[in-house]
């Protein structure tokens, strides 16, 4: 139980920076089309898809970053088409959700992460401050991406407020990633990791291509200038943090 409470404690910081990021809905000022919003997640998304998700993948090999990744994207086709979320009308009101789930899908791998870190420290205080440093520099990722979660659902109707519940509960995936790490630490999980990565960064690029970045490039050049500002901002963060 101790070992689960730990690695929960360290998603804490993570959580906090999705909802603070998430509360850029209530700033936000309605913007026709909303195209630079949506280019912003849609940058943030394929940057989160890159670097935090088919790149650690790639570390194990080819074939779980390339098969994970077709079948991510699928998954996310399927699930849309068993809900119906684009058919009776309720197209616009679907929009921004698709996002969220990917975004959702993306913090359970890392939240797994950082359990798999926190199960690791041992006595050392260099192993926790390792642990704390991960912690910490995946919550300032989390940053944008929160955004990423809200604004899409605000610009389409959703509101502000369930637009800012929708993205703090996004955040939240990360903690039950943690706790799953903690009770499943061992070399199954290890070896699952590259697969589950593949497949939450399969779910984030066919949720991007399909809304924030369709959006965008409907707006024409301040759509895809956003996309190219919100993926050099996570991008930066991203080596910035190593």
């Known amino acids: 139980m ?18 603070l990021g998430a509360g850029a809905v209530f700033l936000a000022r309605p913007a026709p089309g909303g195209g630079a919003g949506q280019g912003l997640a849609g940058g943030v998304m394929l940057a989160a898809c890159v670097f935090n998700l088919l790149l650690p993948a790639a570390e194990s090999g080819w074939l779980a970053p390339a098969a994970g990744l077709v079948a991510g994207a699928a998954l996310l086709l399927l699930a849309e088409r068993l809900a119906g979320a684009l058919e009776n009308g309720c197209e616009k009101k679907g929009r921004g959700w698709s996002a969220a789930l990917a975004i959702g899908l993306h913090n359970l791998p890392q939240g797994m992460v950082v359990g798999l870190a926190a199960g690791s420290t041992g006595p050392t205080g260099a192993a926790t401050a390792g642990a704390l440093a991960l912690s910490v520099g995946i919550g300032l990722q989390n940053l944008p991406e929160g955004a990423a979660v809200s604004l899409p659902i605000w610009r389409a109707g959703g509101g502000r407020w369930r637009a800012f519940g929708a993205g703090v509960a996004s955040g939240l995936v990360e903690p039950i990633g943690a706790a799953l790490a903690a009770v499943l630490a061992g070399g199954v999980l290890a070896g699952l990791m590259p697969w589950l990565l593949a497949l939450a960064a399969g779910v984030m690029l066919a949720a991007a291509m399909q809304e924030p970045l369709a959006a965008a490039v409907q707006q024409g050049a301040p759509g895809v200038l956003a996309v190219a500002v919100g993926f050099g901002l996570l991008m930066a963060l991203n080596l910035a943090l190593g």
């Open 2 to 19: 101790h070992q689960i409470l730990a690695a929960v404690s360290m998603t804490v910081f993570p959580c906090l920076c999705t909802a």
